[in-house]
């Protein structure tokens, strides 16, 4: 039986890569070049730090390690100040009623983010109550595919891996999930999330019941 649903933030509960891509697209056109959504893709589930030598690499451009902390806080900085705007009307659609069926089913909801904005965002749209545990980029270090921030998050609710479900959009995210001994829903597509043990194209419409009925006897 699953006692807590671990959900990832950006592309499962709202949409902030809008944000992201806009913040580095407005960095990289300081540093003279064009950043495209196709460049915009291989950031995709990677860290801050490991974004901004992606961006670096598309432009040809290389810079000290002080020089990338500097560029890498301008960008948050610009960042914060677009999900500062956000409110509730940009949750995904379907995402707060089944984060409440899920916790009227007795099941412990924890948030499993690389992001170090997560709480800021939570915030903002009215979220972080239903949340028993936020695990986000200030309490981990290491990215997914590594399965440290599920697996924080199961072990400060004192709650055993094989009664967790995570849901997530991205293929590091799954991995992570597999590796940290859940279950695993991926949402979106199922040519990405193809090692998921379930795939839903969203949580509009779906039933967190449901979906748990569905799921294999063995993580």
């Known amino acids: 039986m699953i006692e807590l649903a671990i959900f990832d933030l950006d592309g499962v509960i709202v949409d902030t890569a809008k944000y992201h891509y806009k913040a580095w697209k407005r960095l990289a056109a ?24 992606i961006l670096l690499e ?23 100040e677009y999900i ?30 690389a992001s170090k904005n ?6 903002r749209l009215g979220l972080t109550e239903l949340f028993d545990c936020i695990i986000d980029g200030t309490v981990v270090s ?12 199961a072990e400060v ?3 055993a891996p094989s009664k967790c479900v995570v849901f997530e ?20 597509d199922p040519e990405i999330l193809h090692e998921a043990h379930l795939v839903i194209p969203s949580l509009n419409d779906a039933s967190f019941t449901d979906l748990c009925n569905r ?4 993580p």
């Not at 598309?58 to 900085?77: C, D, F, H, T, Y």
């Not at 997560?118 to 915030?123: F, G, H, Q």
């Not at 799921?215 to 063995?218: G, H, K, M, R």
């Open 58 to 80: 598309v432009g040809g451009i290389e810079k000290s390690p002080e020089e990338k902390e500097k560029l890498a806080a301008r960008k948050n900085q610009w960042y914060v």
């Open 84 to 113: 500062t705007q956000m409110d509730e009307s940009e949750i995904l659609p379907g995402a707060l009623a089944f984060l409440r069926e899920a916790k009227a089913a007795g099941v412990k909801i924890a948030l499993g983010s």
């Open 30 to 53: 300081e540093l003279g070049f064009f950043f495209s959504e196709e460049h915009n893709e291989r950031l995709k589930g990677v860290s801050r730090m490991r974004s901004l030598e």
């Open 157 to 159: 609710l004192d709650i």
């Open 215 to 218: 799921l294999p006897s063995n």
């Open 169 to 188: 959009d991205a293929f590091a995210g799954i991995e992570a999930g597999r590796r940290a001994g859940m279950y695993t829903v991926g949402v979106g």
């Open 118 to 123: 997560a709480r800021l965002i939570l915030d």
């Open 142 to 153: 290491k990215a997914k595919p590594d399965p440290e921030v599920f697996a924080r998050a």
